[in-house]
């Protein structure tokens, strides 16, 4: 029974992350960008030396890496499960951006986005009305935003620019 339960245990402590989302109001699967997203995402940002770039949900790091490869002087990522943000550090590490990438665990409606001019959005179809206005309440003029696989809300945000990319679409705006 000891073993049972130790194991019981250990399997909770690991799948607690990748399961506790369900639980949220927004349900956010992680779901990894694929390559051709990021090709596109870069395609669109061009890095500045004032440039901050931030990627909300950023799940295995990729994009946030590929930022700071691109030139981004500031590149960080924000996501709840925390296995996937030590996974993120790690990769960064690896990959040599870990002097120019940041990972932290923070719920992205607490987190204040009023210093970042670079902005990307990985959100279910359910939050986009919500991140819609947070995104419009803390982003300064000349921010630029990709929103990948659902738009931002319509009513609140104006597409510059829609990028295909088959089952993920992109859409990029400019904060005015």
């Known amino acids: 029974a000891v073993v049972s339960t130790q194991s019981t245990g ?3 402590a690991l ?3 990748f399961v506790t989302p369900a639980l949220r109001r927004h349900v956010l699967p992680y779901v990894p960008a694929t390559e051709t997203t990021v090709e596109l995402i870069f395609k669109e940002l061009r890095a500045v030396p ?14 946030v890496i590929e930022a700071a490869k691109k030139g981004f ?3 960080h990522g ?3 499960n925390i296995w996937l943000v030590l996974f993120s550090r790690w990769k ?7 002097g120019r990438t940041a990972f932290k665990r923070a719920d992205l409606w607490k987190y204040d986005l009023s210093s970042y001019n670079t902005i990307v959005v990985f959100g279910g179809e359910s939050m986009m009305e919500e991140i819609s206005q947070k ?5 300064k003029p000349d ?15 104006t597409a510059d620019k829609l990028i295909e990319d088959g089952p993920n679409p992109l859409w990029r705006y400019r904060q005015i």
């Open 135 to 139: 995104l419009k309440r803390e982003t």
């Open 10 to 12: 250990a399997s909770l």
């Open 78 to 80: 924000i996501e709840l």
């Open 15 to 17: 799948a607690g992350p």
């Open 92 to 98: 960064s590490l690896v990959s040599g951006t870990s």
């Open 50 to 63: 004032s440039s901050r770039f931030i990627d909300l949900g950023s799940g295995d790091g990729r994009v």
């Open 143 to 157: 921010t630029d935003i990709i929103a990948c696989r659902f738009p931002l809300d319509e009513t609140i945000w």
């Open 73 to 75: 002087p500031i590149a």
